[in-house]
């Protein structure tokens, strides 16, 4: 990944900071978020695993420093900034929550602690990685809950902002708790189970459904899932009932899923045909399905598209990046915002999980009143990794374990329903005593 995928500003700020002699001072800065989307009880964390890619290869090639050197805001920069530039690594640290942890608005989901110009260069690409497949998993957290036991695959790579996206949606997705993804690179890359019917296209392209649906079955034997909507769903099935076995089974992409599955579903049976499933999609979301499953449908897994893939209801997250400490020669300067609608605390933080609240305190806040579980771990020292990274499956379920976990409101689909976050007296007190420290003298 390209160090030039950042804002301008991050590196007009970097030249400042070498300019004014501050390489040395080490920064501390704080990814969170702000508020819960309305349609949010609780965020998943996800993103850490591209974060830490990102940051072990962090280095600027030279053509990249050339390009720089030809923006008219760099015209009076000196040329041993960019020879800083070329030298320039990640030597700091990485603290951040698992993936796969439920998360509250303002609670640090990654903490970086390094040299500043290194610090500030990262932060837009942290921000997109967590805050995209935070998004992304938090929405199949709920589809899946929605299912009750049934299967979610990620169908929405198509309708992805972006390939990178498209693929990266599947692992946030299957961090969520679906069961795979159509996405085949996300397979091949993160070793997410795959899945894949055929098209409508599939069924034109024959001179007959019929020759479709056996050029499929020998090509695909017990995998194949035939696709039954093109023309008459009902005289499909049939079709499907007469081809007979091996198959996984039929797929349902438009009309009332309702009433046809329940049909699909007595076809089969009454062929025999019992152990063969019903796939639907067909623009679908959490409240659908619930709402599906509500009303009776015979449908045993769902393939969810747009609406997971973009987060559709809550398509981006208010994601900060902010300054909450700087270290000069030793000693621990603390920042913060005091704006009356985007407020910061400041300090390097912890976060401690009870079975019905948090605490945030401050990092290294020693206090027996908190016994919690910390959930703010170090991933990163001086630029190395601590530990290997567990797989997306053992990532899966830990977030699956972490969300049962949850008191039960927060499971409503429906009802915003607020979790208890404290904020320990001594973070209060820093950031009255930083708050202080900062209000101008007036005679």
Same mark, same amino acid.
């Not at 992409?253 to 063969?276: E, F, M, N, T």
């Given at each position: 990944m390209s160090a030039l995928n950042t804002d301008l500003y991050q590196l007009t700020m970097a030249a400042g900071y070498w300019l004014a002699g501050k390489t040395k001072e080490i920064a501390t800065f704080e990814l969170s978020v702000r508020r819960l989307p309305e349609t949010r009880n609780f965020l998943l964390a996800a993103g850490l695993q591209q974060a830490i890619e990102y940051l072990r290869d962090l280095h600027f090639e030279a053509?990249?420093?050339?390009?720089?050197?030809?923006?008219?805001?760099?015209?009076?920069?000196?040329? $041993?900034?960019?020879?800083?530039? &070329?030298?320039?690594?990640?030597?700091?640290? #990485?603290?951040?929550?698992? $993936?796969?942890? !439920?998360?509250?608005?303002?609670?640090?989901?990654?903490?970086?602690? %390094?040299?500043?110009?290194?610090?500030?260069?990262?932060?837009?690409?942290? *921000?997109?990685?967590?805050?995209?497949?935070?998004?992304? @998993?938090?929405?199949?957290?709920?589809?899946?809950?929605? %299912?009750?036991?049934?299967?979610?695959?990620?169908?929405?790579?198509?309708?992805?902002h972006s390939p990178h996206a498209g693929v990266l949606s599947g692992r946030a997705a299957f961090i969520g708790g679906c069961s795979g993804t159509s996405n085949t690179e996300s397979g091949m890359r993160? =070793?997410?189970?795959?899945?894949? /019917?055929?098209?409508?296209?599939?069924?034109?392209?024959?001179?007959?459904?019929?020759?479709?649906?056996?050029?499929?079955?020998? #090509?695909?034997?017990? &995998?194949?899932?035939? #696709?039954?909507?093109?023309?008459? /769903?009902?005289?499909?099935?049939?079709? +499907?009932?007469?081809?007979?076995?091996?198959?996984? =089974? +039929?797929?349902?992409? &438009?009309?009332?899923?309702?009433?046809?599955?329940?049909? +699909?579903?007595?076809?089969?049976?009454?062929? =025999?045909?019992?152990? @063969?499933?019903?796939?639907?999609?067909?623009? *679908?979301? $959490?409240?659908?399905?619930?709402?599906?499953?509500? =009303?009776?449908?015979?449908?045993?897994?769902?393939?969810?598209?747009?609406? #997971?893939?973009?987060? %559709?209801?809550? !398509?981006?997250?208010? @994601?900060?990046?902010? *300054?909450?400490?700087?270290?000069? &020669?030793?000693?621990?300067?603390?920042t913060a915002k005091f704006s009356a609608e985007k407020p910061t605390l400041p300090g390097a933080k912890q976060i401690y999980r009870y079975p019905t609240r948090d605490a945030v305190t401050l990092y290294g806040e020693c206090n027996p009143d908190y016994k919690g579980e910390p959930l703010v771990r170090p991933v990163m020292i001086a630029g190395e990794l601590v530990e290997e990274l567990p797989s997306v499956f053992a990532i899966q379920a830990r977030a699956r374990n972490l969300i049962a976990a949850l008191p039960a409101p927060l499971h409503d689909l429906e009802r915003q329903v607020a979790y208890p976050v404290e904020i320990s007296p001594r973070l209060f007190e820093l950031a009255e005593g930083v708050r202080h420290h900062l209000q101008p003298v007036r005679s």
């Open positions: 053509e990249e420093i050339q390009y720089l050197r030809t923006l008219p805001q760099f015209k009076s920069t000196p040329r $041993e900034f960019f020879e800083f530039l &070329s030298r320039l690594r990640f030597t700091g640290s #990485l603290f951040a929550v698992p $993936e796969g942890t !439920p998360i509250f608005a303002h609670e640090p989901i990654a903490m970086v602690r %390094a040299p500043i110009v290194e610090a500030q260069l990262v932060e837009t690409y942290l *921000l997109s990685t967590f805050a995209f497949q935070t998004a992304v @998993a938090s929405k199949a957290a709920r589809c899946v809950s929605a %299912a009750n036991g049934r299967a979610i695959v990620e169908f929405g790579s198509r309708r992805a993160f =070793g997410i189970p795959v899945f894949g /019917t055929a098209a409508h296209s599939w069924t034109m392209a024959f001179a007959s459904e019929e020759e479709s649906f056996r050029t499929l079955q020998r #090509l695909l034997g017990e &995998s194949t899932v035939f #696709l039954i909507d093109t023309y008459d /769903t009902v005289e499909a099935a049939e079709l +499907v009932a007469r081809i007979g076995p091996p198959m996984w =089974g +039929v797929r349902l992409d &438009s009309g009332d899923l309702i009433a046809l599955s329940r049909d +699909v579903r007595r076809i089969l049976d009454d062929a =025999g045909l019992h152990s @063969a499933k019903i796939f639907a999609s067909n623009d *679908l979301n $959490e409240h659908r399905i619930a709402a599906l499953l509500q =009303g009776g449908a015979a449908i045993d897994a769902f393939g969810v598209g747009t609406e #997971l893939t973009t987060s %559709a209801d809550a !398509p981006s997250l208010s @994601a900060v990046y902010k *300054l909450v400490e700087l270290e000069c &020669s030793g000693v621990c300067q603390y």
